[in-house]
């Protein structure tokens, strides 16, 4: 229907138009400390606490890779045994 050229090109007009209707330029943006009205104080957190969040990340991602990638294959053939044996 459509090409990957025309795709990619739409997504790419696209992307400067929402980049030119922000109305904030860069020399806007200003990282003094004098001007910022809102201040974030960095909040140490404990390592095992770092440990954990980022195991439990990536088992969740293990997880979705798996159930999208390897389990499909295994449904496929156990509905196709059940298909093969009479009733």
Same mark, same amino acid.
């Given at each position: 229907?459509?090409?990957?050229?025309?795709?990619?090109?739409?997504?790419?007009?696209?992307?400067?138009? =929402?980049? &030119?209707?922000? %109305?904030?330029? #860069?020399?806007?943006? /200003?990282?003094?400390?004098?001007?910022?009205?809102?201040?974030? !104080?960095?909040?140490?957190?404990? =390592?095992? &606490?770092?440990? %954990?969040?980022? #195991?439990?990340?990536? /088992?969740?991602?293990?997880?979705?890779?798996?159930?999208?990638? !390897?389990?499909?294959?295994q449904a496929?053939?156990?509905?196709?045994?059940?298909? #093969?044996?009479?009733?």
């Open positions: 229907m459509f090409s990957q050229r025309q795709v990619l090109g739409s997504l790419a007009g696209l992307g400067i138009v =929402l980049g &030119l209707a922000s %109305g904030v330029r #860069a020399n806007q943006i /200003s990282n003094h400390p004098a001007k910022s009205t809102a201040k974030f !104080l960095k909040i140490e957190q404990p =390592l095992s &606490l770092k440990i %954990g969040i980022t #195991a439990g990340g990536l /088992s969740l991602i293990g997880l979705e890779l798996w159930w999208f990638l !390897l389990s499909k294959n496929k053939t156990q509905s196709a045994s059940v298909k #093969a044996d009479p009733p």
